[in-house]
């Protein structure tokens, strides 16, 4: 996918969540890659979402940036979207309760 921006992702994706901080607005939703410079360059308070975020043990499907749960949160992320991981799972309570293990 080519955003047609002259700028290399990482610094993309920091240009836009501070747009989105100057602008007001709460956090921004970004891959897990990014979280530790977002956290650092728009501080403690601003919201970090991050999807495509899969545990050990599951397959990445289509996302090509991802990070395990324990290495988001590290890394500093507030909220993580974990769909597939669950919803394609024969027993999603499970997979939730692996997911939250594999986190402490």
């Keep these: 996918f080519d955003l047609k921006v002259p700028l290399e992702l990482p610094e993309y994706a920091l240009n836009m969540a ?4 100057e602008s007001g607005l709460a956090g ?9 410079q977002l956290r650092q360059t728009c501080g403690d308070e601003f919201l970090l979402v991050c999807p495509g975020v899969r545990p050990t043990w599951s397959e990445r499907g289509d996302q090509q940036r991802t990070y395990t749960p324990a290495e988001a949160m590290k890394a500093g992320a507030n909220y993580l979207v974990i769909g597939r991981p669950i ?13 939250v293990e594999e986190m402490s």
């Design 18 to 21: 501070l747009l989105a901080q």
């Design 28 to 36: 921004a939703v970004c891959s897990p890659q990014e979280v530790a």
């Design 87 to 99: 919803t394609a799972s024969a027993d999603p309570i499970t997979a939730l309760q692996r997911i």
